[in-house]
């Protein structure tokens, strides 16, 4: 299963590593997973975009994404692991990555729902790099400065739902971050219920849902279909909750 994309990937391809998983339980009964672990997934240059409704399976895939390529599944680098309760599942520990020739060791798991415990971890932990204060910013505003901070280019980049706390215009910034990072040779997965994101020029998307995995366009996605409608006129969604 091959998406397209330009420049030289950082992680070429997804394959199984046998004999780990249990078919019978999850996560190989969510059927994006199950169609990820029966087929490999060639992965693009680039930025991919996985889009799917809650439970789909796309967070447990660039998770599992992450800690394949040796990061922390809480967030982070591979040179700063930090823990709090493991909850990853074992599709990470159940995959190899085939790199690309000469390709960078460095990447970056941003999973916004514990971006506070690694900005914790950096207080507490200081190395030689000056970050900046995360704790003493807003939400969005943390999002940012890290962005800015660690993503470097060259460098394999993973991220679970990002927009979660971006404004409109912080997620405007973002496509321009993630633009110069491809610029720069990064590779970018990202999980995203964001249709403002998932608009971004040049990226591939693959959409998840019950069918499993399938390339999709930007103007076919049921998430771009569900925000037209619902901006266009939301009292035909809000008087079927509200009576």
Known sequence: MAVEGVGRPVVRAVVEDPGRLDPRAWPLTVPAVAQLVAEGMELAPGVTFLVGENGSGKSTIVEA?????????????????????????????????????????YGFFLRAETMHGWFTFLEQNPGPRSDPRFHEMSHGESFIALLRSRFEGGGFYCLDEPEAALSFSSTLALIAVLSDLVADGGQVVCATHSPVLAAMPGAAILEVGSWGLRPARWDDLELVAHWRGYLEAPERYLRHLLG
């Open 65 to 105: 994404l992450a800690v394949a390529f040796g990061l922390s599944p809480e967030g982070g680098t591979p040179f700063g692991q930090h823990s709090t309760r493991p909850s990853e599942s074992p599709l990470g520990s159940a995959l190899r990555l085939q790199r690309g020739v000469a390709a960078s060791r």
